[in-house]
């Protein structure tokens, strides 16, 4: 593989190690640098074209979820970080780090203005932490991280997950939303809970959750459970696809291995979570063989 992935970590960021593994297991290859390692030396970007932004709870959110880590990073690396997502590269940000990018404003970043802040991400309706298993629409059909993903079933983590924004902001992102929550019943055939791409419902027929709870977790405007910048490139989500890559880690996994052996079927080993990181890692084998 082509593609070098670099992690960030430090001061609460916690889940850089399964997201790196999930790179990994797709045949990237990548390392976890500390924010300060990558203050101090920002040409490392240079030689990156996969940047992530992981879970966790920086700076103890006590200032707002993901905005003393995304004021360190605009201090001390914008210019690197705009340059960076302008190339042809792929940036993540999960659950925190969903919260970083989007304080950061690199989405969803309304004709190509990175560093304009449009949307917040704040406090759950519930007034509660929320550590759930959600169901997913998928959007953003130009983003090379969703190709050919129609649904996921992968878990929320947090308190401060609710996207607001201004109504003409939201009708102005509606291709750069990336995922809607959605009801469990719409998203029965996902993709990989089954092991066959084809029995997923196409998007245009589900419905979202309607801010219905638990289904929407946390009462984000317009059912947002994630969203772009307009090139695609840039995702920004709040579920954890590094915590439901495989089977075996889902929250029906019971039922669906008891399915499978009274069907006589054998359970694929990857779920839906991975489909982001092989779908990140074909970007760049495409690119690669058109370059050959």
């Known amino acids: 593989m082509s593609a070098k992935v670099l992690v960030l970590s430090g001061y609460g960021l916690n889940c850089e190690e399964e997201t790196l593994f999930a790179f990994e297991h797709v045949g990237l290859t990548g390392s976890i640098r500390h924010i300060n390692d990558l203050i101090y030396n920002p040409k490392e970007l240079d030689d990156t074209q996969i940047l992530v932004v992981p879970g966790g709870f920086s700076y103890g959110d006590d200032t707002g979820s993901g905005n003393a880590f995304a004021q360190k990073m605009r201090l001390s690396l914008w210019d690197h970080l705009k340059t960076f997502v302008e190339r042809d590269t792929l940036t993540l940000g999960i659950c925190n780090g969903c919260q970083i990018l989007t304080n950061l404003g690199l989405v969803p970043a309304p004709d190509k203005n990175y560093g304009q802040r449009s949307v917040a991400v704040t406090h759950n309706l519930t007034a509660r932490y929320q550590c759930r298993w959600v169901d997913l629409k998928v959007g953003a059909s130009n983003s090379p991280w969703l190709s050919n993903i129609n649904t996921m079933h992968i878990p929320v983590a947090h308190g401060e997950g609710r996207f ?3 109504q003409e902001t939201l009708d102005a992102i509606q291709n750069q939303i990336a995922f809607q929550y959605c009801h469990p019943e719409q998203s029965e055939g996902s993709p990989d809970s089954r092991g066959d791409s084809s029995a997923s419902p196409q998007n245009d027929t589900i419905e979202p959750a309607n801010n219905e709870f638990p289904f929407n977790p946390n009462g984000s405007m317009n059912d947002i459970a994630g969203i ?58 495409v690119a690669k063989r058109k370059r050959a």
């Open 164 to 166: 607001m924004m201004e």
């Open 228 to 285: 772009t910048d307009q090139s695609g490139r840039v995702l920004a989500l709040m579920p954890h696809p590094e915590r439901g890559m495989f089977t075996w880690q889902r929250d029906d996994y019971d039922r669906l291995k008891d399915k499978a052996q009274r069907d006589g079927a054998t359970l694929p080993e990857e779920s839906d979570g991975m489909a982001l990181f092989k779908n990140a890692a074909e970007y760049f084998e």
